[in-house]
Nanobody, 123 residues
C-alpha cells in the first residue's frame, strides 16, 4: 500500500521560491509516475507537473513551464517540486499523486493521493 505525504508549503511573496516534497511509504516511488496538482478556491483542479518513473523525465502545464521543476530522490523515496518566480495565481492547495496506469496531467489516472499542502503567494 502506497501512502504519500506532502510538505513544504507556506506563505511567500511574489517572485519568491518554494520547494514542495512528496514522500512515499510502503512502495518505491521510483516505479510510479508522480504528478503534482493544485486547486484554488473557485477554480478547477489542474495538473501542473508530472515526473516519469525511472528516467526522471518530466513535463509541465503551460502556466508553470519554465518556473516549476519536478525532480526525485529515490534514496529518500521523495519527489520534489521546485517552484520559482511565484505569482499570486500560483496560490492553491498542492497535492501529489502516483500512478502506474497512464502518465499524464489528468487527475483521473492517479490512484494514490496525498492530503495536500497550502501555498499562498502575496502581492
Amino acid at each position: 500500500q502506497l501512502q504519500l505525504v506532502e510538505s513544504g508549503g507556506g506563505s511567500v511573496h511574489v517572485g519568491d521560491s518554494l520547494r514542495l516534497s512528496c514522500t512515499g511509504s510502503g512502495l518505491a516511488l521510483a516505479n510510479f509516475a508522480v504528478g503534482w496538482f493544485r486547486q484554488a478556491p473557485g477554480k478547477e483542479r489542474e495538473g501542473v507537473a508530472v515526473i516519469y518513473p525511472q528516467n526522471n523525465s518530466s513535463r509541465y502545464a503551460d502556466a508553470v513551464k519554465g518556473r516549476f521543476t519536478a525532480t526525485r530522490d529515490n534514496a529518500k523515496n521523495t519527489v520534489y517540486l521546485q517552484m520559482d518566480s511565484l505569482k499570486p495565481e500560483d496560490s492553491a492547495i498542492y497535492t501529489c499523486a502516483a500512478t502506474q496506469h497512464s502518465f499524464t496531467l489528468v487527475a483521473d489516472v492517479y490512484d494514490d493521493w496525498g492530503r495536500g499542502t497550502q501555498v499562498t503567494v502575496s502581492s
